[in-house]
């Protein structure tokens, strides 16, 4: 099981990359797509690079467009990393 200072960690690397954005700028507060410009293209992006890294089953591409923040992004990976990694 992945500690939740891991998974923030590398969440937060994830979002950097897809979103193409200044590492500083990636907080728990960050809002995706008002802060840090993402739009439904590299939410998807998001959720493919979340399911690769995290061996996660499937992130719902629905479910990414309720996110709001990265700290919402690093949740819903704690919970389904945790069931099954």
Do not use: N, W
Not at 44 to 53: D, G, N, S
């Amino acid at each position: 099981m992945l500690s939740q200072e891991t998974i923030t960690q590398q969440v937060r690397a994830i979002v950097t990359e897809v979103g193409r954005t200044d590492p500083g700028t990636v907080t728990g507060t960050a809002r995706l797509t008002d802060d840090l410009g993402f739009d439904s293209l590299q939410l998807i992006q998001l959720a493919v690079a979340l399911e690769e890294r995290f061996a996660i089953d499937e992130v719902e591409e629905t479910a990414m467009f309720d996110i709001v923040t990265v700290g919402d992004v690093e949740e819903l990976v704690g919970k389904l990393a945790g069931d099954g990694a």
